[in-house]
């Protein structure tokens, strides 16, 4: 049941053709507010073209009662229901919760399946190396809390297909353990950082929750040397400078990593 509050969402409809095009959140007489935008946006212009037949916008409250959040909820269910069709610019709070427009006839991760398939950036340097990665079977990330915040948000089951600068796609694997700080990972029950490794610095600042390096633990379905990298030329695949980036609306990248690495990516996440 939602939680009573002093919000509620509003629809703002054209007379002409009875058709909805502007959904909105608000108290008090918020819903009345944009008869007094004369600015050249969409939202506007439709009103003042309804208004040039003699008409008025027909406002109506679709949901009252309702908390803040509960509000921009339901705004954003209605929001992307009808998609272009609305005048609305923001797409509403909650976007990341909702399946993107305009792809229903395809299955997506996290959507459709409960993982996700992921483009992660190896940034080979003295914290980290992939030759390392894939004898010990796993990916790091860190040194800046915008670098740990992105290897924090892999979960177990979820896909990466690894990328190395400069060489191209090196591997594809599965999250086996989501990120920890490097100092608390073991491999072959042995501490990672006892292990020979080829990166020298991956022990920099592990004693910084912000800065130390962070591991999750991956089983590579397939993995290739720099020299075998996967890539072709001015051909369109996804690259990022971003540490970790969805593939979902990569259907090129992701035809290419299935043929190249000869894996069934969507039957690995089900």
């Not at 037949?53 to 027909?58: A, D, N, Q, T, V």
């Not at 996700?116 to 010990?136: A, L, P, Q, T």
């Not at 694997?173 to 990120?179: F, N, P, R, V």
Request: proline share 3%; with cysteine.
């Amino acid at each position: 049941m939602l939680k009573k509050g002093k919000f509620y969402v509003y629809v703002y409809i054209d007379p002409r053709n009875l058709e909805e095009f502007y959904y909105g959140k608000g108290t008090g007489s918020r819903k009345h507010a944009h008869l007094k935008d004369y600015s050249d946006s969409e939202k506007s212009k439709r009103i003042q073209a309804i208004r040039k037949e003699g008409l008025e916008p027909i406002i109506r409250v679709i949901a009252h009662n309702l908390s803040e959040n509960d509000a921009l909820l339901v705004e954003k269910t209605l929001l992307w229901k009808l998609g272009k069709q609305l005048t609305n610019i923001s797409s509403g709070h909650y976007s990341d919760n909702f399946r993107p427009q305009n792809c229903l006839h395809k299955e997506l991760s996290n959507f459709d399946y409960q993982n996700g398939i992921y483009y992660f950036n190896v940034g080979e340097s003295v914290h980290r190396n992939w030759d390392d990665y894939v004898k010990y079977g796993f990916v790091s990330a860190g040194q800046a809390p915008r670098f740990r915040d992105a290897i924090l948000g892999l979960s177990k089951g979820d896909i990466i297909a690894a990328y190395l600068k400069g060489h191209g796609f090196v591997g594809i694997g599965q999250i086996l353990q989501g990120a920890l700080p490097i100092k608390e990972i073991n491999i072959d029950q042995e501490l990672l950082l006892q292990k020979e490794l080829s990166a020298p610095n991956m022990s920099d600042n592990s004693n910084d929750t912000e800065k130390s390096e962070y591991v999750a633990l991956v089983n590579w379905v397939s993995a290739v040397s720099r020299q075998e990298a996967k890539w072709k030329p001015k051909s369109g695949l996804f690259t990022s400078q971003l540490v970790k980036a969805s593939l979902d609306n990569q259907p090129f990248t992701l035809k290419f990593l299935a043929q190249s690495f000869n894996v069934n990516l969507i039957e690995l996440i089900k």
